[in-house]
């Protein structure tokens, strides 16, 4: 049994000021791409997480997503799970997210445990903020600390996805945005701003102006980085400019939301 673990871009995120618990409040609407790791699930005598990731086994987001689902239900934890990366790590695009969201849906089908969507969501909330998005997919509007999800209706965006050779930690990248002098930006229906774009990386920068330079409406980082997006008018577009700047970066892929 597979389950597809599906990337997530930031159309729009504005990041507010640190809060007592320590966690910033965000605003953020988010959407599911097509570009996806693949879990697959068997039956065993033990749990065992199985993924090609320099991650010790129990740390990985999808042991202990599987570790909080069989806590949850009271089920023997039982099962081999298999997680095939293809989303790169370190890059604002949800992969270690969706593939505990994955888990949890993929645990819950295969014993037929009965559990909604909602229910799935709250077991993974403790483990990562994006998580619950990720449960969901789609497109949403994510406030607090993203637990917040209102679902919005799916757009089909055409996108080339650049990471560039840099890493943008997210608690550097938060610990930028409190030294820097700024207001948070409210939300207007089919905007595209990131507060990290203007404390991120110049190779990221200078990503997003290759994009552009290829035909992109819009390009901006995901997340807190270091991948970046262009938006395309048409799916050729896309294709083409991800074509070429597979020759300038380590990734680029053609990713349409769904």
């Known amino acids: 049994m597979t389950e597809k673990a599906f990337a997530k871009i930031n159309l729009f995120l504005s990041v507010g000021g640190r809060r007592a618990d320590g966690y910033h409040d965000i605003d953020t609407v988010m959407h599911t791409v097509s570009l996806c790791d693949e879990v697959s699930f068997e039956k065993c005598d033990t749990l065992r997480v199985f ?13 202990r997503a599987a570790q909080a ?26 992969g270690g997210s969706a ?7 993929g645990l819950n089908k295969m014993y037929k445990a009965g559990l909604d969507t909602q229910t799935l969501a709250r077991i993974g909330a403790p483990l990562g903020a994006d998580i619950p998005f990720c449960v969901y997919g789609g497109k949403a509007r994510c406030e607090g600390i993203g637990e917040i999800i209102t679902p919005m ?11 560039p050779d840099v890493d943008c930690p997210t608690g550097k990248m938060y610990a930028l945005l409190d030294e820097a002098e700024r207001e948070p930006v409210l939300y207007e229906e089919g ?4 507060s990290f774009d203007a ?18 409406k819009n390009a901006m980082l995901s997340g807190s980085g270091s991948a970046v997006f262009g938006v395309f ?6 294709r083409k400019a991800a074509e070429v700047l597979e020759k300038e970066y380590p990734f680029s892929v053609f990713a349409q939301t769904i």
């Open 69 to 94: 689902f069989f806590d949850y239900t009271g089920i023997t934890p039982s099962a081999k799970i298999t997680v095939k990366k293809l989303v790169p790590s370190k890059a604002g695009l949800g």
């Open 153 to 163: 209706e799916k757009e089909q965006l055409h996108l080339a996805i650049v990471k």
């Open 51 to 63: 993924c090609d990731m320099d991650v010790p086994e129990k740390e990985n987001l999808a042991y």
């Open 233 to 238: 008018q048409t799916e050729e577009k896309a």
């Open 199 to 216: 404390v991120c990386p110049e190779e990221c920068k200078k990503a997003m102006e290759r994009l552009l330079a290829l035909g992109a």
């Open 99 to 105: 593939d505990a969201a994955a888990v949890l849906r």
């Open 191 to 194: 905007s595209f701003f990131n």
